[in-house]
């Protein structure tokens, strides 16, 4: 089948050479990274041959994407698709999006994907209304979903029919050739079985395109991490407490819970210099047991019985028609995870955060919980900021992958990226000479005031944020100081775009990377600093794991993230042929980031560039 028989627009030069070689890709069964900037046309160059391959094979299509807005662009680009030839395709989201007893119960919006799909499953056994009328009405339901409707449009048709969208969207999973979903729906190994068994296939039966890949390598990390915070140590000693939890010897639960939290704190105090500490192997076991007055053996029997008191108490508040929530359950899984934590990549940390101490599970190398991307019948991994493609090709598991760099269609004369040598935020210099702090404050105030245009600028860090910025001096402007819920976020992003002026966040965060700022929206960003990420145990811990094994430590643990968080904050700056921009670096380093960001003009009055510029 010819893909270009389906393609819906006039394809661009790199555009109709991408969909040919993702087309033979796919066909024969490959693994893929290709990196390609914002206005390129990935979703529709990757979905047209995806589409044509899987039809030829007999294959399926799993789009998974990072963003609720990506799924919609998934079924804006096969509705265009379906104006050449028919084609079935769906975007399922989460229970927490879909779920009409989410909309009316607050407890279950906060409820994990797994405590959700138990509650569903208790509601379709007592036989809920939303579950029968899908079953009494679904051929007019699966013909409205071959509409191609959007996400909110799936939402709104069954809360009117009092059919369960999320229902409603499960059951043609098994009729779909295209299925967008979110990144955990088939990257987590304990939620991808269930969506497979509702498409009727395997693994090798997918072709498997991932969007915004860039944040994979911390995806795969945190697949096999886990936390244990003393918030969920105290709500595990309460439930212990009201349900007489009592464990191995008679020693109470709650005093489990008790004794760990001491455990955490006198770690903490011990270890932690800054954010966190390796915790040798062992410690935990060790003080726990000689706290409680058990051997390791018993403890980690212990952690099994909170398990299984845990799951019984979870399944007695599903039979009261609450959400199957145990916080026991989850300290006896942690424990256990804990103790188990054999693998060479995982390690064990005691950090402190907002001035309480945690324990986690770490996974220094993401590739483990990445298996899957080996395991499809072909893998396509996109994204605008990939670079390093072979630190990320090696931190993704798929090192013989085709790696494909394309540039921006866009004419590079709309985009100026000027970096600053005068200063830097490197930290030895800042300890050592506190002028340089207010140097940076100057400058970030001498270009705003001689540049009118609307500007975000980013920090490395909230503590760098929080130190700098109120000696810029600048009044009305917008500021994510790192205190901010998700829904004041985005208020304050709101505003920002319908009044402009000056946003003011961190590099590597919510504001500066995923989010659209159409036209002059934004045309200026500052990036104050090199948003290295912070020299932490876990850092450091990541620089030893790859440098043991003859890699680059240092590219993997400091440079490459840095690398991708610039780009994803420059690349805010044009969005569409149209746009035009400044990004300043203010720091002497960036030089070294050329490879990663193209031409740099060096300039110690960047204001005047910048000016002359616009």
Known sequence: MDPFSIFPYEPRPMQGELVASLHRLFLAGGRAIVEAGTGFGKTVAALVPAVSAAREL??????????LSQQRQVMVELRRIAEREEVFGVALQGR??????????????????????????????????????????????????????????????????????????????????VVAVPYNYFLSPSIRPRLLDSMG?????????????????????????????TWTLRAASSEAERNGVVLLRGIPAADLASALEVVMHSLMEELVEEEDAVVPPGEVESRLGRLLGVNRTELAYMAVQLYEAGEAIAAQRLKEGKLPRSYLRYLGAFLEHWMGAR??????????????????????????????????????????????????????????????????????????????????????????????????????????????????VFFPSYDLLNRIWPMVGIPGAYVDDG????????RMFTDFLEGGGVLVSVAGGRLAEGMDYPG???????????????????????ERYYSD?????????????????????????????????????????AARFRRYIGEMLRSTRPWEAARAFF
């Open 483 to 490: 205190s901010l819920g998700q829904a004041e976020l985005m």
């Open 549 to 589: 094994r003859g890699k680059n430590g240092w590219r993997h643990a400091f440079e490459a993230p840095a690398a991708r968080r610039m780009l994803q904050a420059i690349g805010r700056l044009i969005r569409s042929e149209r746009d035009r921009g400044v990004a300043v670096i203010l720091d002497r380093r």
């Open 201 to 229: 296939v395997s693994e090798e039966d997918v072709i498997l395109i991932v969007d915004e890949a860039h944040n994979l390598p911390d995806f795969g990390r945190e697949l096999r991490s886990a936390r244990l915070t």
């Open 343 to 456: 693998e060479e990549d995982l390690i064990h940390i005691v950090g402190v955060e907002g001035g309480r101490p945690y324990l986690e599970v770490y996974a220094l190398d993401p590739a483990r919980g990445l298996l899957v991307l080996r395991e499809t019948h072909a893998t396509l991994l996109m994204s605008g900021t990939l670079r390093p493609l072979d630190v990320f090709a090696e931190e993704t598991g798929l090192p013989d992958a085709e790696t494909l760099s394309l540039p921006s269609p866009f004419p590079r004369r709309n985009r100026l990226v000027i970096y600053d040598p005068s200063v830097t935020t490197r930290y030895e210099v800042l300890r050592r000479d506190p002028r340089m702090a207010e140097e940076i404050a100057h400058r970030v105030r001498r270009i705003l005031d001689e540049v009118d245009r609307n500007a975000a």
């Open 58 to 67: 007999g294959k399926r299509v799993v789009y998974a994407t990072r963003t």
């Open 520 to 542: 002059t929206k934004l045309e200026l960003v500052i990036l104050v600093g090199i948003p290295y990420p912070k020299p932490t145990a876990k850092a450091r811990a990541i």
């Open 96 to 177: 927490s999006h879909l779920c009409p007893y989410v909309f009316e119960d607050r407890e279950l919006r906060n409820g994990t994907p797994e405590e959700l799909s138990r509650f569903c499953s208790r509601m379709r056994k007592e036989g809920d209304e939303y579950y029968n009328n899908l079953l009494l009405h679904r051929d007019e339901a699966i013909a409205f979903l071959r509409t191609l409707p959007m996400p909110e449009e799936v939402l709104a048709w069954g809360m009117e029919k009092r059919i369960c969208p999320y229902e409603l969207l499960r059951e043609a999973l098994g009729e779909a050739l």
